[in-house]
């Protein structure tokens, strides 16, 4: 068998256009396979490997079959002879004899067919494998998908995979945002796309398809409990505190309740954006019990202001930044504060920190090398001794501020500090305040509810004590009325 292959290869090639199809198929196949197997042991991982590997050799391949007919038409149509005498000068009457089975070369034929079929649709599987791999998305257009990977390696998603949310489920889907993909690899080519990277995506997968496959709205979440630490811009790093009991709810028709009394069925919210950015909200519709919806109109705006887009409201309208997160400056050194990463006992290193990655650096590299020379250069003013003594926790929070702007800058796609707003809360952003807010009244002028213990109870804000709110009330306390409020606010918030 291998004898009559290789004679069938050896009669195929009958002119330099052939032999050069037969080398072609032949050499991707050999590099697919070596290429495959290393994968397979863990020997390569790199995406661009696997664009080689999935993309690149299996196109030759391809190329390859399709060069060696066109070799053989002009074969044919040089000498011009017929296809029956050129087979005959080129392969023996054993190899064309007829038989049961067919003639060999009929059957050589059919068998490297049936072969090339095999190897296609293995290639094909495997690069759909590779295609849905986080990896192949954060990497493979590294330039562009930069600021992406590096916040979704750093998510509360960052074991699902890209494709659940961006693709989806079902033949439409993958058809769908494979078309996508062209545009986008045409897009990165002739670097068409926009920087950064405009958002929201409205091509994105609907919540109800994507967020509730493991997020559902009935699960009733009752009430969580959340601190955050803020640390001062003084000499000891002082930590002050705030916590919020977040009133969660549920989004079950039954017992809508708390913040995600948004999502429940029955309790439809829509509203019309300005912006594209769903920042400028001009109205907001709530169902009521009797099937009709109440309107909020924002009396900032002018009713005839068109509308960009309306949309009726669901998880992404808050969770707006789920997976790919970019931090604010003051609350990623606050985070590595509280997760030990930086020291306190470095003196002002909260206030000298912010003031290094807020510069403005016309690269990374040189954002990361201003970092280093405006902490060691403060530290060496501040203290020549503590350069010697703290050298090791000086260089390590020197460190840990650089993978905060490396993180979260990346020059080359635009992306800067507050790039992209979240909508969660509303203590950086708009957020919350996008709809809750005075300005948005209905037809008799009353506004949509904004009291701040609406959805939380405060147990501290701002404070020495996380819970600081929860102690009776100090004789002559300043703004005691504020905290004898909200600690009864909170008791009576579980009688409901």
């Known amino acids: 068998m291998r004898q009559t292959i290789t004679n069938f290869l050896r009669g195929i090639a009958s002119n330099w256009i052939s032999k050069t199809g037969v080398l072609l198929v032949t050499t991707s196949f050999v590099m697919f396979s070596i290429f495959q197997l290393f994968t397979m042991l863990g020997l390569l991982t790199n995406a661009y490997i696997g664009l080689i590997t999935y993309l690149g050799f299996p196109s030759i391949f391809i190329l390859g079959l399709?060069?060696?007919?066109?070799?053989?038409?002009?074969?044919?149509?040089?000498?011009?002879?017929?296809t029956r005498e050129l087979l005959a000068e080129k392969f023996g009457?054993?190899?064309?004899?007829?038989?049961?089975?067919?003639?060999?070369?009929?059957?050589?034929?059919?068998?490297?067919?049936?072969?090339?079929?095999?190897?296609?649709?293995?290639?094909?599987?495997?690069?759909?494998?590779?295609?849905?791999?986080?990896?192949?998305?954060?990497?493979?257009?590294?330039s562009v998908m930069g600021p992406e990977w590096a916040t979704y390696q750093d998510?509360?998603?960052?074991?699902?995979?890209?494709?659940?949310?961006?693709?989806?489920?079902?033949?439409?889907?993958?058809?769908?945002?494979?078309?996508?993909?062209?545009?986008?690899?045409?897009?990165?080519?002739?670097k068409l796309y926009e920087r950064p990277i405009p958002a929201p995506v409205h091509q994105l997968r609907p919540a109800r398809e994507t967020c509730e496959k493991c997020h559902w709205p009935s699960k009733f979440h009752g009430t969580r409990l959340k601190t955050y630490t803020r640390y001062q811009m003084d000499q000891n790093n002082t930590p002050k505190y705030t916590t919020l009991n977040l009133k969660v709810g549920s989004g079950e028709s039954g017992q809508a309740s708390g913040i995600h009394w948004h999502i429940a069925s029955k309790n439809e919210v829509r509203y019309g954006a300005i912006d594209d950015r769903r920042e400028e909200i001009l109205w907001v519709e709530a169902k009521q019990p009797d099937g009709t919806f109440k309107r909020y109109d924002n009396r900032r705006y002018d009713p005839a202001t068109p509308v960009n887009e309306t949309r009726i409201?669901?998880?992404?309208?808050?969770?707006?930044?789920?997976?790919?997160?970019?931090?604010?400056?003051?609350?990623?050194?606050?985070?590595?504060?509280?997760?030990?990463?930086?020291?306190?006992?470095?003196?002002?290193?909260?206030?000298?920190?912010?003031?290094?990655?807020?510069?403005?650096?016309?690269?990374?590299?040189?954002?990361?090398?201003?970092?280093?020379?405006?902490?060691?250069?403060?530290?060496?003013q501040y203290s020549p001794m503590i350069i010697g003594e703290r050298l090791g926790a000086i260089d390590s929070a020197i460190t840990v501020v650089q993978n905060i702007y490396r993180r979260n800058i990346h020059p080359d796609m635009n992306v800067t500090w507050g790039s992209y707003p979240n909508h969660i809360g509303h203590e950086t952003d708009l957020g919350c305040f996008r709809c809750h807010n005075m300005d948005m009244v209905d037809t008799d002028g009353d506004n949509v509810v904004n009291e701040c213990t609406t959805c939380h109870s405060i147990l501290s804000f701002q404070q020495d004590e996380p819970f600081a709110y929860l102690f009776p009330v100090k004789p002559g306390e300043r703004e005691g009325d504020m905290h004898e409020y909200l600690l009864d606010e909170f008791l009576q918030s579980f009688k409901k």
């Not at 890209?162 to 989806?168: A, I, K, R």
């Open 313 to 380: 409201l669901d998880c992404i309208d808050c969770h707006n930044r789920a997976t790919h997160i970019y931090e604010l400056p003051e609350k990623a050194i606050d985070r590595r504060f509280s997760e030990g990463l930086l020291q306190r006992d470095l003196p002002f290193l909260k206030r000298e920190a912010l003031a290094a990655i807020t510069r403005n650096y016309p690269d990374r590299n040189s954002g990361l090398e201003g970092i280093r020379n405006h902490l060691t250069g403060f530290f060496r």
């Open 93 to 142: 009457p054993n190899e064309l004899a007829p038989n049961p089975f067919g003639a060999t070369l009929i059957r050589t034929i059919a068998i490297l067919t049936v072969l090339n079929v095999t190897i296609l649709g293995a290639a094909s599987v495997r690069m759909l494998h590779f295609m849905e791999s986080p990896e192949f998305c954060g990497t493979a257009c590294h």
């Open 66 to 82: 399709l060069i060696i007919p066109v070799g053989w038409w002009k074969y044919v149509h040089e000498t011009g002879r017929s």
């Open 155 to 190: 998510s509360p998603h960052a074991h699902v995979k890209c494709v659940e949310c961006h693709v989806g489920e079902g033949m439409g889907a993958l058809i769908d945002s494979k078309i996508n993909g062209t545009w986008q690899m045409i897009s990165v080519t002739f």
